[in-house]
Nanobody, 123 residues
Framework: VQLQASGGGSVQAGGSLTLSCVASGFTLDKYGVGWFRQTPGKEREAVSCASGVGVYYADSVKGRFTISRDNAKNTVYLQMNNLKSDDTAVYYC???????????????????WGQGTLVTVSS
């Protein structure tokens, strides 16, 4: 049972990346899912989350990032456009059967975490 994140890399400010998170050993469609990010010395923060009833985006990424899932591929995506240097971080995907997701809230009692993928945005 695992989540495998990929798609990170180095881009210039204004560029785009799409992160992918493939689940194996379980079916994602019944789970709340999320993307979090972390930089050295800071706590992990929620970037975007989605459940069957809600979608959350951090204020800092609204209008630039889009979370989606492909149940046939058991995969969650994070499309990131107009990237900024402040988006530089290690990005983690997560999945939880216990979640509260709304426009202003992402609470995931996460059991599964991906290994992280590094996004570096240069200005």
């Amino acid at each position: 049972v695992q989540l495998q994140a990929s798609g990170g890399g180095s881009v210039q400010a204004g560029g785009s990346l799409t992160l992918s998170c493939v689940a194996s050993g379980f079916t994602l469609d019944k789970y709340g899912v999320g993307w979090f990010r972390q930089t050295p010395g800071k706590e992990r923060e929620a970037v975007s989350c989605a459940s069957g009833v809600g979608v959350y985006y951090a204020d800092s990424v609204k209008g630039r990032f889009t979370i989606s899932r492909d149940n046939a591929k058991n995969t969650v995506y994070l499309q990131m456009n107009n990237l900024k240097s402040d988006d530089t971080a290690v990005y983690y995907c997560t999945a939880s059967l216990s979640s509260i997701v709304a426009a202003n809230m992402c609470l995931l009692d996460s059991v599964y975490w991906g290994q992280g993928t590094l996004v570096t945005v240069s200005s």
